[in-house]
C-alpha cells in the first residue's frame, strides 16, 4: 500500500522522568485456564529499562493461558479489534514492521483493552523469548490469557498440550517512524476525523489536533484504538498532531491539505519516540 510522507513539520519534545464491553471482533481460544499475577500499565506506573536494551511496563502476568488464536493480519477467523470493522485490514507497510509475531488481549480483564492496540509484549516460554505487537482484544478462556498468531506461538515452543507461559508490556523494537492510519469511511466528512497511530515505540497516552493558530484540542480514543478529533472543525486546510508517550515524550507532525492525502493509506511521521 502507498504511503504519504508528511515532510513539513516535526517536533520531538523530551520529558523527564473501564474496558468496554468484547464485540463480535473478539479473539478466541480453546478450553481450560490458569490464574494469573500482573499489572496493566498506566501513567502512573514506573518503567524500567531490561538488559536487552527494552523497557518493562507495569508487572509480568506470569502463568497465564497463551492460546493458539489463530491472530493474523488476513483475519482469516476473527476480525481485529485494533482497526476498521469495514473488511479493510492492516496496511501493508504495517504488517511489513511488525512481522507476523502477533497477539490479542483479554478484553475483559486488561483494563482499557483499546489503549494498548498496537503497543508490545514479551512473551516467555520454555525458556524463549519473543516480542509481540498487540493488534486485537477479545473474550479470552483464562484471566489476562491472550491469543497468538501461529508464528509466535511456535516460536515459543507452545502446543495444545503446553500453552502456559508469562507476558509483560515492553517498548517496541521499532527504528522507523511513527505511522498515521486514518479512517477512510469518514474522508468525505473533513470536519472531523479518526486516526490509529501505529508503530510507535513507547505506549501512547494522547492525540492531540491544531488547526492554524487555535488551541490544542484532545482527541478521544474509541474501542478499536482509533483516536477521534474534535468535530465541528474544519480540518481541510491541514492540521497538526500532537501525540504523546507514557513517559511524556511528543512528537507533533503536519498533515498536509487534506486534498493531497489518500485517507486509505498510512502517512508516514518524521521521528519516532525515543
Known amino acids: ?15 523527564s522522568s ?10 478466541s481460544g480453546a478450553s481450560g485456564s490458569s490464574g494469573s499475577s500482573g499489572g496493566s500499565v498506566s501513567a502512573q506506573v514506573a518503567a524500567t529499562a531490561d538488559d536487552g536494551g527494552f523497557i518493562d511496563y507495569g508487572t509480568p502476568y506470569v502463568n497465564v493461558n497463551m492460546w493458539y ?11 481485529n479489534a485494533c482497526g476498521p470493522d469495514d473488511g479493510s485490514h492492516y496496511p501493508q507497510t504495517i504488517q511489513s514492521l511488525y512481522g507476523n509475531y502477533l497477539i490479542g488481549l483479554d478484553g475483559q480483564n486488561i483494563a482499557d483493552p483499546q489503549s494498548h492496540c498496537d503497543d508490545c509484549a514479551r512473551l ?15 473474550i479470552e478462556n483464562g484471566v489476562d490469557a491472550i491469543d497468538l498468531s501461529p508464528q509466535a506461538r511456535s516460536a515459543i515452543g507452545l502446543s495444545n498440550s503446553d500453552w502456559t507461559g ?22 468525505s466528512n473533513t470536519w472531523y476525523f479518526r486516526i490509529w497511530i501505529r508503530n510507535h515505540r513507547l505506549p501512547v497516552m494522547s492525540v492531540e489536533s491544531q488547526v492554524g493558530s487555535a488551541g490544542w484540542n484532545a482527541a478521544q480514543q474509541q ?46 511521521g518524521q521521528a519516532n519516540f525515543q
Not at 516467555?124 to 477479545?138: E, F, K, Q, R, W
Open 1 to 15: 500500500m502507498r504511503t504519504e510522507p508528511i515532510g513539513l513539520l516535526v517536533l520531538l519534545i523530551g520529558c
Open 18 to 27: 473501564s474496558s468496554p464491553s468484547p464485540d463480535a471482533r473478539a479473539t
Open 69 to 79: 488464536g489463530p491472530v493474523d493480519f488476513a483475519e482469516s477467523q476473527y476480525t
Open 124 to 138: 516467555t516460554a520454555n525458556g524463549i523469548s519473543i516480542i509481540a505487537h498487540v493488534i486485537t482484544y477479545g
Open 166 to 187: 508469562t507476558w509483560q508490556f515492553v517498548s517496541c523494537p521499532t527504528k522507523a517512524p511513527i505511522y498515521y492510519e486514518f479512517d477512510g469511511r469518514d474522508w
Open 223 to 268: 474501542s478499536d484504538g482509533a483516536w477521534q478529533s474534535v468535530s465541528g472543525i474544519d480540518y481541510s486546510p491541514g492540521f497538526q498532531i500532537r501525540v504523546t508517550a507514557i513517559d511524556g515524550q511528543q512528537i507533533v507532525d503536519t498533515i498536509p491539505a487534506l486534498s493531497s492525502v489518500n485517507p486509505a493509506a498510512p502517512v508516514e
